[in-house]
Protein backbone atom coordinates (compact mmCIF):
# COMPACT_ATOMS: atom_id res chain seq x y z
CA UNK A 1 0.00 0.00 0.00
CA UNK A 2 1.08 3.25 -0.51
CA UNK A 3 2.33 5.62 2.06
CA UNK A 4 -0.20 7.80 2.89
CA UNK A 5 1.34 10.98 4.04
CA UNK A 6 -0.17 12.97 7.17
CA UNK A 7 0.09 16.72 7.74
CA UNK A 8 0.03 18.00 10.32
CA UNK A 9 -3.23 20.04 10.66
CA UNK A 10 -4.68 16.95 9.13
CA UNK A 11 -3.66 14.91 12.56
CA UNK A 12 -5.00 18.01 14.25
CA UNK A 13 -8.51 17.67 12.35
CA UNK A 14 -8.72 13.88 13.35
CA UNK A 15 -7.90 14.66 17.17
CA UNK A 16 -10.46 16.80 17.01
CA UNK A 17 -12.94 14.90 15.48
CA UNK A 18 -12.43 11.87 18.19
CA UNK A 19 -15.96 11.07 19.52
CA UNK A 20 -17.27 12.91 22.68
CA UNK A 21 -17.77 9.90 25.89
CA UNK A 22 -20.40 10.31 28.14
CA UNK A 23 -20.91 8.96 31.57
CA UNK A 24 -24.27 7.78 32.31
CA UNK A 25 -24.19 7.64 35.80
CA UNK A 26 -26.66 9.90 37.40
CA UNK A 27 -25.71 12.38 39.82
CA UNK A 28 -27.19 10.53 42.85
CA UNK A 29 -25.63 7.37 42.33
CA UNK A 30 -22.31 8.64 41.62
CA UNK A 31 -22.74 10.64 44.98
CA UNK A 32 -23.56 7.53 46.96
CA UNK A 33 -20.72 5.32 45.22
CA UNK A 34 -18.31 7.85 45.85
CA UNK A 35 -19.55 7.81 49.73
CA UNK A 36 -19.45 3.95 50.13
CA UNK A 37 -15.64 4.17 48.22
CA UNK A 38 -14.61 6.80 50.81
CA UNK A 39 -16.09 4.71 54.00
CA UNK A 40 -14.06 1.46 52.90
CA UNK A 41 -10.47 3.80 52.30
CA UNK A 42 -11.17 5.60 55.74
CA UNK A 43 -11.74 1.85 56.97
CA UNK A 44 -8.28 0.15 55.37
CA UNK A 45 -6.39 3.55 55.72
CA UNK A 46 -5.04 2.11 59.31
CA UNK A 47 -3.76 -1.05 57.86
CA UNK A 48 -1.10 0.47 55.46
CA UNK A 49 0.69 2.76 57.53
CA UNK A 50 0.66 -0.43 60.26
CA UNK A 51 2.20 -2.60 57.71
CA UNK A 52 4.62 -0.59 56.98
CA UNK A 53 5.90 0.59 60.28
CA UNK A 54 6.17 -3.27 60.80
CA UNK A 55 8.39 -3.73 57.81
CA UNK A 56 10.50 -0.78 59.08
CA UNK A 57 11.20 -2.47 62.71
CA UNK A 58 11.89 -5.56 60.61
CA UNK A 59 14.11 -3.91 58.58
CA UNK A 60 16.18 -1.96 60.89
CA UNK A 61 16.23 -5.60 63.10
CA UNK A 62 18.24 -7.04 60.22
CA UNK A 63 20.29 -4.49 59.06
CA UNK A 64 21.82 -2.96 62.15
CA UNK A 65 23.11 -6.15 63.36
CA UNK A 66 24.64 -6.73 59.64
CA UNK A 67 26.07 -3.34 59.55
CA UNK A 68 27.72 -4.08 63.35
CA UNK A 69 29.51 -7.43 62.23
CA UNK A 70 30.85 -4.90 59.62
CA UNK A 71 32.05 -2.51 61.97
CA UNK A 72 33.83 -4.76 64.03
CA UNK A 73 35.79 -6.20 60.47
CA UNK A 74 36.58 -2.66 59.57
CA UNK A 75 39.25 -1.94 62.60
CA UNK A 76 41.69 0.89 61.61
CA UNK A 77 40.92 0.87 58.37
CA UNK A 78 39.26 4.56 57.29
CA UNK A 79 37.76 3.43 53.78
CA UNK A 80 36.07 0.44 55.03
CA UNK A 81 34.40 2.85 57.68
CA UNK A 82 33.68 5.70 54.98
CA UNK A 83 31.82 2.66 53.29
CA UNK A 84 29.74 1.48 56.93
CA UNK A 85 28.35 5.21 56.53
CA UNK A 86 27.68 4.78 53.43
CA UNK A 87 25.91 1.80 54.38
CA UNK A 88 24.30 3.52 56.84
CA UNK A 89 22.77 6.04 54.93
CA UNK A 90 21.37 3.82 52.31
CA UNK A 91 20.06 1.61 54.87
CA UNK A 92 17.98 4.28 56.09
CA UNK A 93 17.10 5.39 52.59
CA UNK A 94 15.81 2.26 51.33
CA UNK A 95 13.48 2.53 54.67
CA UNK A 96 12.24 5.45 53.36
CA UNK A 97 11.53 4.48 50.28
CA UNK A 98 9.75 1.79 51.23
CA UNK A 99 7.52 3.85 53.47
CA UNK A 100 6.61 6.02 50.58
CA UNK A 101 6.09 3.41 48.65
CA UNK A 102 3.32 1.63 51.03
CA UNK A 103 2.16 5.53 51.49
CA UNK A 104 1.35 5.25 48.53
CA UNK A 105 -0.21 2.55 48.25
CA UNK A 106 -2.50 3.80 50.61
CA UNK A 107 -4.14 5.92 48.31
CA UNK A 108 -5.56 3.16 46.08
CA UNK A 109 -6.83 0.68 48.63
CA UNK A 110 -8.94 -0.93 46.02
CA UNK A 111 -6.27 -3.28 45.42
CA UNK A 112 -6.77 -6.37 47.73
CA UNK A 113 -4.92 -5.57 51.29
CA UNK A 114 -3.79 -9.42 51.53
CA UNK A 115 -1.51 -8.71 48.25
CA UNK A 116 -0.06 -5.48 49.46
CA UNK A 117 0.90 -7.44 52.78
CA UNK A 118 2.25 -10.36 51.08
CA UNK A 119 4.46 -7.95 48.87
CA UNK A 120 5.81 -6.36 51.84
CA UNK A 121 6.59 -9.56 53.50
CA UNK A 122 8.73 -10.74 50.54
CA UNK A 123 10.28 -6.94 50.76
CA UNK A 124 13.16 -6.98 53.22
CA UNK A 125 14.25 -10.63 52.12
CA UNK A 126 15.15 -9.24 48.99
CA UNK A 127 16.41 -6.38 50.53
CA UNK A 128 18.93 -8.23 52.50
CA UNK A 129 20.28 -10.37 49.29
CA UNK A 130 21.01 -6.15 48.14
CA UNK A 131 22.89 -5.21 50.95
CA UNK A 132 25.90 -7.17 49.50
CA UNK A 133 26.08 -4.86 46.08
CA UNK A 134 24.05 -2.02 47.37
CA UNK A 135 25.75 0.84 46.05
CA UNK A 136 25.45 -0.81 42.68
CA UNK A 137 21.48 -0.83 43.37
CA UNK A 138 20.83 2.00 45.70
CA UNK A 139 19.81 5.37 44.04
CA UNK A 140 22.56 5.11 41.32
CA UNK A 141 22.11 8.41 39.95
CA UNK A 142 23.10 10.11 43.20
CA UNK A 143 25.67 7.85 43.44
CA UNK A 144 27.28 8.76 39.56
CA UNK A 145 26.87 12.77 40.62
CA UNK A 146 29.46 11.99 43.41
CA UNK A 147 31.26 9.92 41.62
CA UNK A 148 31.73 12.90 38.84
CA UNK A 149 31.98 15.30 41.44
CA UNK A 150 34.99 13.43 42.66
CA UNK A 151 37.12 13.60 39.29
CA UNK A 152 35.57 16.65 38.04
CA UNK A 153 35.40 19.53 41.24
CA UNK A 154 34.95 22.11 39.02
CA UNK A 155 32.06 20.71 37.00
CA UNK A 156 29.68 22.26 39.52
CA UNK A 157 31.10 26.27 38.70
CA UNK A 158 31.84 26.20 34.86
CA UNK A 159 30.44 29.46 34.13
CA UNK A 160 28.74 30.80 30.55
CA UNK A 161 30.64 33.37 28.40
CA UNK A 162 27.34 35.59 27.51
CA UNK A 163 25.10 37.71 29.44
CA UNK A 164 22.12 36.26 30.11
CA UNK A 165 18.54 38.49 31.42
CA UNK A 166 19.05 36.88 35.18
CA UNK A 167 22.49 38.72 35.26
CA UNK A 168 21.23 42.26 34.82
CA UNK A 169 20.49 44.40 37.78
CA UNK A 170 17.68 46.73 37.85
CA UNK A 171 20.26 49.50 37.57
CA UNK A 172 22.65 48.24 34.59
CA UNK A 173 22.51 48.30 30.88
CA UNK A 174 24.20 45.95 29.29
CA UNK A 175 27.15 47.51 26.37
CA UNK A 176 28.06 45.74 23.51
CA UNK A 177 31.46 46.55 21.85
CA UNK A 178 32.63 45.31 18.51
CA UNK A 179 36.63 45.29 18.99
CA UNK A 180 38.93 44.20 16.44
CA UNK A 181 41.87 41.18 17.14
CA UNK A 182 45.55 41.92 16.84
CA UNK A 183 45.16 41.15 12.56
CA UNK A 184 42.12 43.42 12.87
CA UNK A 185 40.34 40.09 11.14
CA UNK A 186 37.69 39.49 13.20
CA UNK A 187 35.33 41.37 15.32
CA UNK A 188 34.52 40.57 18.58
CA UNK A 189 31.25 41.81 20.51
CA UNK A 190 32.29 42.09 24.10
CA UNK A 191 29.98 43.17 26.56
CA UNK A 192 30.11 45.09 29.61
CA UNK A 193 27.42 45.94 32.32
CA UNK A 194 27.47 49.32 33.66
CA UNK A 195 25.25 50.83 35.69
CA UNK A 196 22.60 53.22 33.93
CA UNK A 197 22.81 57.30 34.54
CA UNK A 198 19.89 59.29 34.44
CA UNK A 199 20.23 62.08 32.21
CA UNK A 200 22.67 59.82 29.55
CA UNK A 201 21.15 57.68 26.59
CA UNK A 202 22.51 54.29 25.94
CA UNK A 203 24.55 55.68 23.14
CA UNK A 204 26.38 58.38 25.83
CA UNK A 205 27.23 55.94 28.01
CA UNK A 206 28.16 53.70 25.21
CA UNK A 207 31.09 56.98 24.45
CA UNK A 208 31.81 57.46 27.85
CA UNK A 209 32.70 53.78 28.87
CA UNK A 210 34.88 52.95 25.76
CA UNK A 211 37.88 54.31 27.12
CA UNK A 212 37.15 51.92 30.34
CA UNK A 213 37.74 48.66 28.04
CA UNK A 214 40.74 46.73 28.90
CA UNK A 215 41.46 45.36 25.31
CA UNK A 216 45.16 44.29 25.69
CA UNK A 217 43.87 42.52 28.90
CA UNK A 218 41.69 40.74 26.93
CA UNK A 219 44.14 39.70 24.42
CA UNK A 220 42.49 41.92 21.79
CA UNK A 221 43.45 44.78 19.31
CA UNK A 222 42.05 48.02 20.04
CA UNK A 223 39.05 49.80 19.81
CA UNK A 224 39.91 53.56 19.02
CA UNK A 225 43.63 53.47 18.27
CA UNK A 226 43.61 57.07 17.00
CA UNK A 227 42.29 58.45 20.25
CA UNK A 228 38.91 60.00 18.26
CA UNK A 229 36.33 62.18 19.99
CA UNK A 230 32.87 60.70 19.99
CA UNK A 231 29.81 63.13 19.99
CA UNK A 232 26.21 61.72 19.49
CA UNK A 233 23.58 64.02 18.91
CA UNK A 234 20.67 62.38 20.09
CA UNK A 235 17.70 64.58 18.33
CA UNK A 236 19.18 63.92 14.98
CA UNK A 237 20.67 60.74 15.66
CA UNK A 238 23.98 61.75 14.15
CA UNK A 239 27.15 60.14 15.16
CA UNK A 240 30.53 62.99 14.96
CA UNK A 241 33.67 61.18 15.08
CA UNK A 242 36.94 63.64 15.51
CA UNK A 243 39.67 62.58 14.64
CA UNK A 244 43.35 64.49 16.85
CA UNK A 245 45.03 66.32 14.08
CA UNK A 246 47.40 65.29 11.47
CA UNK A 247 45.59 61.82 11.56
CA UNK A 248 46.31 59.71 8.21
CA UNK A 249 44.94 56.13 8.40
CA UNK A 250 47.40 54.83 5.90
CA UNK A 251 46.85 51.12 6.44
CA UNK A 252 43.66 49.53 4.65
CA UNK A 253 43.60 47.53 7.35
CA UNK A 254 43.06 50.20 9.88
CA UNK A 255 40.42 52.06 8.09
CA UNK A 256 38.23 49.13 6.96
CA UNK A 257 38.44 48.00 10.85
CA UNK A 258 37.14 51.71 11.79
CA UNK A 259 34.51 50.85 8.80
CA UNK A 260 33.24 48.03 10.52
CA UNK A 261 33.41 49.14 13.82
CA UNK A 262 31.28 52.52 13.28
CA UNK A 263 28.42 50.40 10.65
CA UNK A 264 28.02 48.21 13.55
CA UNK A 265 27.72 51.07 16.11
CA UNK A 266 25.04 52.33 13.75
CA UNK A 267 23.37 48.83 13.41
CA UNK A 268 23.05 48.57 16.65
CA UNK A 269 22.22 52.37 18.38
CA UNK A 270 19.99 53.19 14.91
CA UNK A 271 22.09 56.39 14.14
CA UNK A 272 21.15 58.04 10.76
CA UNK A 273 24.67 59.23 9.47
CA UNK A 274 27.66 58.65 11.26
CA UNK A 275 30.25 62.15 10.05
CA UNK A 276 34.10 61.80 10.13
CA UNK A 277 35.95 65.04 11.39
CA UNK A 278 39.63 65.78 11.37
CA UNK A 279 40.27 68.08 14.53
CA UNK A 280 36.93 69.74 14.08
CA UNK A 281 37.45 69.95 10.29
CA UNK A 282 34.98 68.09 8.08
CA UNK A 283 36.73 64.61 6.51
CA UNK A 284 39.36 62.03 7.53
CA UNK A 285 42.73 60.42 5.42
CA UNK A 286 41.73 57.10 5.11
CA UNK A 287 44.47 54.99 3.23
CA UNK A 288 43.28 53.98 0.24
CA UNK A 289 39.89 55.06 0.30
CA UNK A 290 41.25 58.70 0.21
CA UNK A 291 39.65 61.59 2.05
CA UNK A 292 36.30 60.34 3.55
CA UNK A 293 33.59 62.55 5.11
CA UNK A 294 31.29 60.41 6.17
CA UNK A 295 30.23 56.61 6.87
CA UNK A 296 27.37 55.06 4.73
CA UNK A 297 24.50 52.55 6.20
CA UNK A 298 25.69 49.05 4.75
CA UNK A 299 23.34 46.29 4.55
CA UNK A 300 23.76 44.19 7.65
CA UNK A 301 20.18 41.70 6.66
CA UNK A 302 22.56 38.72 6.28
CA UNK A 303 22.76 36.48 9.47
CA UNK A 304 25.57 35.51 11.24
CA UNK A 305 27.14 32.32 12.50
CA UNK A 306 28.93 32.21 15.99
CA UNK A 307 32.16 30.44 15.60
CA UNK A 308 34.80 30.11 18.74
CA UNK A 309 37.98 32.45 18.31
CA UNK A 310 41.05 31.81 20.29
CA UNK A 311 43.76 34.77 20.37
CA UNK A 312 46.87 32.62 20.91
CA UNK A 313 47.31 28.71 21.88
CA UNK A 314 47.23 29.45 25.80
CA UNK A 315 43.64 30.59 25.58
CA UNK A 316 41.19 28.09 27.37
CA UNK A 317 38.13 29.95 26.85
CA UNK A 318 37.19 30.71 23.59
CA UNK A 319 35.69 34.49 22.62
CA UNK A 320 32.21 34.05 20.51
CA UNK A 321 32.42 35.71 17.48
CA UNK A 322 29.79 35.76 14.69
CA UNK A 323 30.79 35.98 10.79
CA UNK A 324 28.20 37.52 8.73
CA UNK A 325 27.85 35.76 5.53
CA UNK A 326 25.34 34.46 3.39
CA UNK A 327 23.00 32.05 5.32
CA UNK A 328 19.92 30.76 4.38
CA UNK A 329 18.39 29.14 7.63
CA UNK A 330 19.44 28.70 11.15
CA UNK A 331 20.01 24.74 10.15
CA UNK A 332 22.48 26.04 7.52
CA UNK A 333 24.20 27.86 9.78
CA UNK A 334 24.66 24.73 12.17
CA UNK A 335 26.38 22.91 9.69
CA UNK A 336 28.83 25.81 8.64
CA UNK A 337 29.58 25.87 12.67
CA UNK A 338 31.07 22.11 12.47
CA UNK A 339 33.72 23.59 10.04
CA UNK A 340 34.79 26.67 11.09
CA UNK A 341 36.60 29.02 8.72
CA UNK A 342 40.46 28.45 8.66
CA UNK A 343 41.41 31.82 6.69
CA UNK A 344 39.88 33.80 9.89
CA UNK A 345 41.17 31.90 12.51
CA UNK A 346 37.62 30.88 13.39
CA UNK A 347 37.29 27.47 15.01
CA UNK A 348 34.54 25.30 14.75
CA UNK A 349 31.83 25.90 17.60
CA UNK A 350 30.10 22.88 17.40
CA UNK A 351 32.38 19.82 17.41
CA UNK A 352 31.78 16.57 15.08
CA UNK A 353 30.75 14.10 17.51
CA UNK A 354 27.34 16.42 18.54
CA UNK A 355 24.84 15.64 15.52
CA UNK A 356 21.68 16.72 16.08
CA UNK A 357 18.42 17.80 14.29
CA UNK A 358 17.02 21.11 14.10
CA UNK A 359 13.10 21.54 14.17
CA UNK A 360 11.18 25.05 14.36
CA UNK A 361 8.43 24.67 17.12
CA UNK A 362 7.76 28.69 16.49
CA UNK A 363 8.68 32.21 15.61
CA UNK A 364 10.51 31.93 19.03
CA UNK A 365 11.14 28.14 19.62
CA UNK A 366 14.07 26.06 18.06
CA UNK A 367 14.22 22.63 19.26
CA UNK A 368 17.34 21.12 19.04
CA UNK A 369 16.93 17.27 19.32
CA UNK A 370 20.87 15.38 19.70
CA UNK A 371 21.28 12.07 18.57
CA UNK A 372 21.58 9.19 20.82
CA UNK A 373 25.50 8.83 20.78
CA UNK A 374 25.96 12.88 20.85
CA UNK A 375 28.83 13.08 23.29
CA UNK A 376 26.69 15.84 25.88
CA UNK A 377 28.25 16.41 29.16
CA UNK A 378 28.39 18.79 31.98
CA UNK A 379 32.00 20.26 30.97
CA UNK A 380 32.87 23.84 29.64
CA UNK A 381 33.48 22.88 26.05
CA UNK A 382 29.71 21.51 25.79
CA UNK A 383 28.55 24.52 27.67
CA UNK A 384 29.90 26.72 25.44
CA UNK A 385 28.65 24.59 22.20
CA UNK A 386 25.25 25.09 23.61
CA UNK A 387 26.25 29.24 23.91
CA UNK A 388 27.14 28.97 20.06
CA UNK A 389 24.30 27.40 19.48
CA UNK A 390 21.56 29.77 21.76
CA UNK A 391 23.69 33.20 20.11
CA UNK A 392 22.70 31.63 16.46
CA UNK A 393 19.42 31.05 17.11
CA UNK A 394 18.92 34.39 18.85
CA UNK A 395 20.59 35.96 15.13
CA UNK A 396 17.48 33.59 13.75
CA UNK A 397 15.47 35.84 15.96
CA UNK A 398 14.75 33.28 17.97
CA UNK A 399 14.19 33.82 21.82
CA UNK A 400 14.41 29.80 23.28
CA UNK A 401 16.02 26.61 22.48
CA UNK A 402 14.79 23.41 23.67
CA UNK A 403 17.42 20.54 23.88
CA UNK A 404 16.11 17.26 24.04
CA UNK A 405 17.62 13.65 23.77
CA UNK A 406 20.57 14.41 26.25
CA UNK A 407 21.60 12.05 29.17
CA UNK A 408 22.37 14.64 31.45
CA UNK A 409 19.44 17.51 32.67
CA UNK A 410 21.64 20.22 33.53
CA UNK A 411 25.12 22.02 31.81
CA UNK A 412 26.12 24.65 34.23
CA UNK A 413 23.65 26.66 34.93
CA UNK A 414 21.24 25.35 32.11
CA UNK A 415 18.25 23.08 33.08
CA UNK A 416 17.82 21.17 30.63
CA UNK A 417 14.24 20.15 31.05
CA UNK A 418 13.49 23.51 30.81
CA UNK A 419 13.68 25.63 27.41
CA UNK A 420 16.68 28.13 27.46
CA UNK A 421 16.43 31.36 27.02
CA UNK A 422 19.18 32.74 24.39
CA UNK A 423 21.39 34.83 25.98
CA UNK A 424 21.09 39.58 26.01
CA UNK A 425 24.87 39.59 24.52
CA UNK A 426 27.91 37.33 23.90
CA UNK A 427 31.59 37.45 25.73
CA UNK A 428 30.52 39.34 29.17
CA UNK A 429 33.30 40.87 30.27
CA UNK A 430 33.48 43.05 34.27
CA UNK A 431 35.30 46.82 33.47
CA UNK A 432 37.35 47.98 36.51
CA UNK B 1 -26.26 15.84 49.00
CA UNK B 2 -23.10 18.27 49.55
CA UNK B 3 -23.80 21.13 47.45
CA UNK B 4 -20.27 21.51 46.09
CA UNK B 5 -20.78 18.25 44.78
CA UNK B 6 -23.78 18.79 43.09
CA UNK B 7 -22.54 22.04 41.28
CA UNK B 8 -19.04 20.86 40.51
CA UNK B 9 -20.86 17.30 38.50
CA UNK B 10 -23.14 19.60 36.91
CA UNK B 11 -20.79 22.00 35.53
CA UNK B 12 -17.91 19.75 34.94
CA UNK B 13 -18.47 16.14 35.40
CA UNK B 14 -18.72 14.93 31.52
CA UNK B 15 -15.72 16.82 30.66
CA UNK B 16 -13.53 15.48 33.06
CA UNK B 17 -14.74 11.79 32.78
CA UNK B 18 -14.19 12.12 28.97
CA UNK B 19 -10.76 13.56 29.65
CA UNK B 20 -9.94 10.26 32.45
CA UNK B 21 -11.56 7.78 29.42
CA UNK B 22 -8.97 9.08 27.32
CA UNK B 23 -5.88 8.94 29.71
CA UNK B 24 -6.72 5.53 31.30
CA UNK B 25 -8.58 4.19 27.95
CA UNK B 26 -10.84 2.03 29.85
CA UNK B 27 -14.59 2.87 30.79
CA UNK B 28 -14.90 1.16 34.10
CA UNK B 29 -11.58 2.51 35.35
CA UNK B 30 -12.42 5.73 34.26
CA UNK B 31 -15.50 5.40 36.60
CA UNK B 32 -13.72 3.97 39.25
CA UNK B 33 -11.18 7.15 38.78
CA UNK B 34 -14.03 9.66 38.98
CA UNK B 35 -14.90 8.78 42.80
CA UNK B 36 -11.01 9.50 43.79
CA UNK B 37 -11.23 12.37 41.96
CA UNK B 38 -14.29 13.67 43.81
CA UNK B 39 -13.18 12.64 46.90
CA UNK B 40 -10.16 14.33 46.59
CA UNK B 41 -12.18 17.43 45.24
CA UNK B 42 -14.34 17.74 48.13
CA UNK B 43 -11.38 17.29 50.95
CA UNK B 44 -9.30 20.13 48.97
CA UNK B 45 -12.44 22.51 47.85
CA UNK B 46 -11.72 24.77 51.02
CA UNK B 47 -8.24 25.14 50.50
CA UNK B 48 -9.29 26.06 46.36
CA UNK B 49 -7.82 29.82 46.49
CA UNK B 50 -9.41 30.69 43.02
CA UNK B 51 -5.82 31.17 42.21
CA UNK B 52 -6.66 29.00 38.90
CA UNK B 53 -9.79 28.84 37.04
CA UNK B 54 -12.28 25.96 38.58
CA UNK B 55 -11.87 24.55 35.52
CA UNK B 56 -7.74 23.68 35.54
CA UNK B 57 -7.88 22.97 38.86
CA UNK B 58 -10.43 19.77 38.29
CA UNK B 59 -8.59 18.85 35.33
CA UNK B 60 -5.13 19.16 37.19
CA UNK B 61 -6.70 16.98 40.04
CA UNK B 62 -8.09 14.54 37.41
CA UNK B 63 -4.43 14.05 35.53
CA UNK B 64 -2.86 13.17 39.01
CA UNK B 65 -5.60 10.55 39.86
CA UNK B 66 -5.20 8.82 36.50
CA UNK B 67 -0.85 9.03 36.86
CA UNK B 68 -1.64 7.56 40.20
CA UNK B 69 -3.72 4.86 38.42
CA UNK B 70 -1.06 4.01 36.05
CA UNK B 71 1.55 3.89 38.71
CA UNK B 72 -0.56 1.24 40.72
CA UNK B 73 -0.69 -0.81 38.16
CA UNK B 74 2.74 -1.45 37.78
CA UNK B 75 4.79 -3.77 40.16
CA UNK B 76 6.88 -1.45 43.22
CA UNK B 77 10.59 -2.49 41.57
CA UNK B 78 9.28 -0.63 38.32
CA UNK B 79 7.92 2.09 40.03
CA UNK B 80 11.69 2.46 41.72
CA UNK B 81 13.42 2.58 38.44
CA UNK B 82 11.08 4.25 36.54
CA UNK B 83 10.31 6.29 39.31
CA UNK B 84 13.73 8.48 37.46
CA UNK B 85 12.00 8.91 34.45
CA UNK B 86 8.09 9.03 34.37
CA UNK B 87 7.62 11.73 31.97
CA UNK B 88 9.45 9.52 29.68
CA UNK B 89 7.65 6.18 30.10
CA UNK B 90 4.58 4.81 27.92
CA UNK B 91 1.92 3.03 29.77
CA UNK B 92 0.57 0.12 27.38
CA UNK B 93 -2.93 -1.28 27.43
CA UNK B 94 -4.64 -3.61 25.74
CA UNK B 95 -8.43 -2.22 25.98
CA UNK B 96 -11.27 -2.94 23.36
CA UNK B 97 -12.26 -0.08 21.88
CA UNK B 98 -14.72 1.57 23.00
CA UNK B 99 -18.28 1.59 20.72
CA UNK B 100 -18.01 5.08 20.49
CA UNK B 101 -15.17 5.18 18.57
CA UNK B 102 -15.75 1.81 16.92
CA UNK B 103 -18.42 4.06 14.90
CA UNK B 104 -15.80 6.40 13.82
CA UNK B 105 -14.22 6.40 10.59
CA UNK B 106 -10.73 4.29 10.25
CA UNK B 107 -8.86 7.33 10.23
CA UNK B 108 -10.44 7.72 13.70
CA UNK B 109 -9.97 5.24 15.04
CA UNK B 110 -6.55 4.75 14.18
CA UNK B 111 -5.63 8.04 15.50
CA UNK B 112 -7.20 6.81 18.97
CA UNK B 113 -4.93 3.77 18.61
CA UNK B 114 -2.38 5.71 17.69
CA UNK B 115 -2.70 8.12 21.41
CA UNK B 116 -1.61 4.81 23.02
CA UNK B 117 1.60 4.92 21.55
CA UNK B 118 2.45 8.17 22.65
CA UNK B 119 3.69 8.84 26.49
CA UNK B 120 1.58 10.29 29.31
CA UNK B 121 2.85 13.49 28.86
CA UNK B 122 2.06 13.85 25.14
CA UNK B 123 -1.14 12.26 25.49
CA UNK B 124 -2.10 14.45 28.23
CA UNK B 125 -1.32 17.36 26.48
CA UNK B 126 -3.16 16.26 23.41
CA UNK B 127 -6.67 15.19 25.16
CA UNK B 128 -6.59 18.77 27.11
CA UNK B 129 -5.99 20.40 23.67
CA UNK B 130 -7.74 19.04 21.40
CA UNK B 131 -10.30 16.96 22.76
CA UNK B 132 -11.11 19.26 25.83
CA UNK B 133 -9.98 22.02 23.72
CA UNK B 134 -8.24 24.44 26.44
CA UNK B 135 -6.30 26.89 25.44
CA UNK B 136 -2.39 26.57 25.28
CA UNK B 137 -2.59 28.87 29.18
CA UNK B 138 -5.29 26.70 30.66
CA UNK B 139 -3.15 23.61 29.39
CA UNK B 140 -0.43 25.32 31.00
CA UNK B 141 -2.21 26.27 34.54
CA UNK B 142 -3.52 22.64 34.80
CA UNK B 143 -0.22 20.97 34.11
CA UNK B 144 2.02 23.87 36.33
CA UNK B 145 4.00 24.00 33.49
CA UNK B 146 5.21 27.07 31.08
CA UNK B 147 3.61 27.87 27.97
CA UNK B 148 6.77 26.65 26.16
CA UNK B 149 6.73 23.32 27.35
CA UNK B 150 2.84 22.99 26.14
CA UNK B 151 3.80 23.95 22.83
CA UNK B 152 7.01 21.92 22.66
CA UNK B 153 5.17 18.82 24.07
CA UNK B 154 2.22 19.44 21.82
CA UNK B 155 5.19 19.80 18.93
CA UNK B 156 6.20 16.57 19.82
CA UNK B 157 3.02 14.79 20.58
CA UNK B 158 1.81 15.41 16.98
CA UNK B 159 5.18 14.52 15.21
CA UNK B 160 5.15 11.24 17.06
CA UNK B 161 1.52 10.83 16.19
CA UNK B 162 2.17 11.08 12.33
CA UNK B 163 5.23 8.71 12.74
CA UNK B 164 2.40 5.79 14.65
CA UNK B 165 0.10 6.59 11.79
CA UNK B 166 2.07 6.11 9.43
CA UNK B 167 3.92 2.75 10.80
CA UNK B 168 0.64 1.51 11.46
CA UNK B 169 -0.99 2.13 8.04
CA UNK B 170 1.98 0.83 6.15
CA UNK B 171 2.04 -2.20 8.69
CA UNK B 172 -1.85 -3.07 8.55
CA UNK B 173 -3.49 -0.33 6.41
CA UNK B 174 -4.98 -2.81 4.28
CA UNK B 175 -6.46 -5.58 7.05
CA UNK B 176 -8.03 -2.92 9.00
CA UNK B 177 -9.52 -1.73 5.63
CA UNK B 178 -10.78 -5.24 5.34
CA UNK B 179 -12.26 -5.87 8.52
CA UNK B 180 -13.83 -2.52 8.09
CA UNK B 181 -15.80 -3.42 4.94
CA UNK B 182 -16.68 -6.92 6.67
CA UNK B 183 -17.85 -5.35 9.15
Same mark, same amino acid.
Given at each position: ?33 MM ?7 R ?24 I ?33 ? !?? /????? &? ?5 ? =??? $??V?? *? +? ?6 D?Y ?9 T??? !?? /????T &? ?5 ? =??? $????? *? +? ?18 S??? !?? /??D ?93 E ?5 D ?5 A ?11 T ?40 T ?12 E ?5 K ?23 V?L ?7 I ?5 E ?15 | ?28 L ?93 R ?60
Amino acid at each position: MKKQDWKDDHIEELLKQLPKITNHISKQDMYQQMMIYKEQKKRKRWLTPSVASAVAVLLLCILVPTMINFQDSAGSNIDDSEQENQLASNATQQKEENDEIT !ND /ESNHT &QGNTEDI =VKD $EEVDP *Q +EDIDQTGDIYAQNDQSEYTTAND !NN /EQPVT &QQIEPTA =VYA $EDIKD *Q +EEVLTYSIPDHNVQNFIPISVMV !NK /EADLSKMELFINHMSDLKEAEWGLGELNPFNADFHYDTSNQVLAVDFPAATNISSSSQSEAIKEILTDMMADFNIEKIDLLTDGEQGVEMGNEGFTEKIDQVDTSNKSAYYFYYPNEEWTTPFLVPFREKINSVTDAFAAMKKGIETYNLKASIPNDIDFETEVVSDEQLLITFEDDADIKNDEETLYTIEAILLTAKEFEYNEVKLENTEIDQIGRFDLEKEIQVPVAPNKRDLP | MDSVFDELYTKYHQDVFQFLFYMVRDRELAEDLMQEVYIRVLKSYDKFEGKSSEKTWLFSIARNVAIDSFRKQKGWKQKIIEKFDWSKQQIKDEHPMPEEVVMQSQEIQMIYRCMEKCSVDQRTVIIMRYIQELSIAETAATLGWTESKVKTTQHRALKALKKNMSDMWEKEGLNSEKTRLER
